[in-house]
């Protein structure tokens, strides 16, 4: 490009303001500056338009770029607290996104624990590949599959609906719906239970829970094979999962029973 070209387009450019693409004006100014009229230079004053649109275009487009911010869980389970202070748990594998600032409207694949922070002007949203998922303030997991989706509610009201219709079903405290792929609408199911979490919370709770069901839930989240010489027995407690041997140490005590692990 010849020197004067270039100063005339930065003249022009001048004159262009953002979200005011109005390159009309500026070509005028531009002409009014140069004497070049279109009849008398037309290679050049396309030359000159065409650049001035590279120009204006690569500018909106760095205007309205917005950064991603991708949160992910390698091999092991992770948590992330988002600027909006919800805490959010992510299962080995799983993934959240969400773009710019706006961090409670996200997306995500695998499974979720989150803990969202109350705000009723702006309901925290979460898609999936097959599932949408719109709350205020509550503790719920989702879980993103293959063939299903499923959310569990700890506490609150969430909306579960598919990722492409409007109606969809009601969740509150301890309810559980999935939905299968291809479906227009989830499925209220059996009402799972609050340890189904402990993966993500760290807690167990039990209530009037038969021991073979508490020792089955404990063999499940270590990973071990838990039996008992008396499974007639029933346990209520909260425990933090932090050591098994204070677990079972606490519930032979209690209930007078001796648990074999192998």
Request: net charge positive; hydrophobic share 35%.
């Amino acid at each position: 490009m010849e020197k004067n070209d270039k100063n005339n387009i930065d003249f022009v450019l001048r004159y262009y303001e953002v979200g005011k693409l109005d390159t009309q004006k500026a070509m005028r100014q531009f002409m009014n500056r140069t004497g070049i009229r279109r009849e008398q230079h037309p290679w050049r004053y396309v030359s000159i338009a065409a650049t001035l649109l590279v120009l204006i275009v690569a500018g909106t487009m760095v205007l309205f770029h917005k950064d991603t911010t991708s949160l992910t869980a390698c091999n092991a389970v992770k948590t992330f607290l988002l600027p909006d202070r919800t805490k959010v748990t992510l299962a080995p594998h799983a993934t959240l996104t969400y773009t710019g600032d706006d961090c409670r409207k996200v997306t995500m694949t695998g499974k979720i624990y989150f803990e969202v922070k109350h705000d009723e002007a702006h309901p925290f949203d979460i898609k999936g590949d097959m599932s949408h998922v719109r709350v205020l303030g509550t503790k719920f997991m989702v879980s993103e599959g293959c063939a299903s989706s499923e959310v569990y509610v700890i506490s609150g009201r969430v909306l579960f609906t598919a990722k492409t219709e409007a109606d969809g079903v009601i969740l509150t405290k301890e309810m559980r719906a999935t939905l299968a792929k291809g479906a227009k609408k989830p499925q209220i199911a059996e009402s799972g239970s609050v340890n189904q979490m402990a993966w993500a919370t760290h807690k167990f709770h039990f209530d009037n829970t038969p021991v073979n069901e508490v020792l089955n839930t404990l063999s499940c989240y270590y990973s071990t094979h838990l039996s008992a010489n008396n499974t007639g027995k029933r346990l209520s407690g909260d425990f933090d999962a932090n050591d098994l041997d204070d677990i079972l140490s606490i519930i032979e005590e209690t209930l007078n029973i001796k648990i074999s692990q192998k």
